[in-house]
């Protein structure tokens, strides 16, 4: 089962690199794919910690899907208000290093949340404590306290979606 | 229209050419290599050789600048 | 009608090319401008990740459906996974590298 | 479509005033990100301006080498004082 869904997992890859459908492409594409999945199939599952039902599985890709949209909205709307600081006079600022604990166990969904944070609503993620589990995190435009409790229950609920993906 | 991006891509890559030869610190101008290979690989594709520009993106960009950061590492400069 | 979608994915097509635009260039304005290292890495991660996704979607809508515009859906998702772990290995290491930001306010909430 | 190029090129130009005046190391780092990005949208749009498809082959396999190189810059500088981290 396995080894069939890594297989066209990697046929498909090979078939938009090559970019046209004919009889020669899929020959040597069944050639050199077969011999991927036989190599990868210990390794490559390991990684993404795949022990889910077919049910369960079509769900994940729902959450994928949500996932990337949530993203890519969430990059234009801090995009935009970093873009309105450079058009300005004088550029003023008030940015503040804040330290945040993290309650996930698994390391995959950890390292998920780093690559999170790093991109959208304005913070970057400057270190990562691994006995502790702390986060550094350095923000931009945070004027007063009450403003910092609101930011960290968005970052809190980022949280709970990478956490419902990787269990 | 394409001649003037042309010349400015020419002279884009003198101007780093001449940082990469006479700044003070050595690591700058290993920082400095990726750019000059990026530029490359744009003019060669405005020549119309996407095969030498293909080649031009892995040795410049890829494993020269590899090569000359872990030289640098293992040496005292 | 079919003259209508026509022109409508046309405009589409130079609202998404033009946001590119803007972001590269408040991207390139920010990287002068800016006063401390973080706030330049700011400039530096999201104007310019914004501008690639708008540019990249332009392209996507020119082309129409075909191998090309799977090749360049499979463009941006290697590009956001990259340029996410890319800038989060500079910011650590130049954590390591003792650069302070320029106004410091430890906020120690831990909970 | 030869204006938005320009304009790409101009502001890569821009950029590269941080790589010759940067008080240290991660500012110059990352702005030579900023500007293989760009460039690399450069070579994407030239490939709709000459009409031929295999140009985007060069920007994908730019794209993998640029993070090749970032994340070997960044593990390789250390400090002067601690020495070589070793392979």
């Known amino acids: 089962m396995k080894k069939i869904l890594l297989f066209l997992i990697t046929l498909a890859l090979w078939f938009v690199f090559a970019g046209r459908v004919t009889i020669e492409v899929f020959l040597l594409g069944t050639i050199i794919c077969s011999i991927l999945s036989l190599m ?56 503040r290093t804040v330290r945040i604990k993290t309650s996930l166990e698994n390391t995959n969904s950890m390292a998920m949340l780093i690559n999170f944070i790093t991109l959208p609503q304005g913070t970057l993620a400057m270190d990562f404590d691994n006995l502790s589990k702390n986060y550094f995190i350095h923000w931009i435009d945070v004027h007063s306290d009450d403003e910092a409790e609101i930011k960290k229950a968005r970052i809190s609920k980022h949280e709970n979606l990478v956490s419902k993906l990787f269990g | 229209m394409i001649n003037l991006i042309f010349n400015l891509l020419m002279i884009f890559l003198v101007i780093t050419a001449f940082f990469m030869v006479f700044t003070k610190d050595i690591s700058n101008s290993v920082i400095a290599l990726p750019v000059f290979g990026v530029i490359l690989v744009v003019i060669f594709v405005i020549l119309q050789a996407p095969d030498a520009a293909m080649a031009e993106a892995i040795i410049a960009a890829g494993l020269t600048t590899v090569f000359f950061v872990i030289t640098i590492n293992k040496t005292e400069y | ?6 022109s409508l994915s046309q405009l589409l097509v130079y609202v998404f090319l033009l946001t590119g635009i803007y972001f590269l260039f408040s991207t390139a304005l920010g990287m002068i401008r800016f006063p401390d290292f973080y706030t330049r890495l700011h400039a530096g991660s999201k104007c310019l990740m914004a501008g690639g996704i708008a540019v990249l979607m332009g392209c996507i809508v020119l082309e129409g459906i075909g ?7 499979v463009l941006i998702l290697f590009l956001v996974i990259t340029n996410s772990i890319a800038i989060h290995v500079i910011a650590s290491f130049a954590d390591n590298y003792n650069i302070l930001p320029k106004t410091i306010v430890e906020n120690d909430s831990d909970e | 479509m030869l204006y938005l190029i320009l304009a790409i090129v101009l502001s890569a130009i821009l950029t590269f005033y941080r790589v010759i005046k940067g008080p240290s190391v991660p500012d110059r780092i990352a702005a030579m990100n900023s500007i293989g990005v760009m460039f690399l949208l450069v070579l994407v749009l030239l490939s709709y301006y000459f009409e031929r498809k295999i140009f985007i082959d060069v920007a994908l396999i730019y794209g993998v080498f640029l993070f090749i190189n970032v994340l070997v810059m960044s593990k390789y500088f250390s400090e002067p004082e601690k020495g070589g981290v070793g392979d």
């Open chain 3, 1 to 6: 009608m079919i003259d209508f979608i026509h």
């Open chain 3, 67 to 73: 191998f090309v515009s799977l090749k360049l859906i």
């Open chain 1, 40 to 95: 990868f199939v210990d390794n490559g599952f390991k990684l993404v910690q795949m022990k889910y039902e077919t049910k369960e599985f079509l769900l994940k890709i729902y959450y994928i899907l949500l996932v990337i949209i949530s993203f890519i909205y969430d990059v234009f709307l801090s995009a935009v208000r970093v873009s309105r600081h450079a058009f300005e006079i004088k550029p003023s600022f008030s940015p």
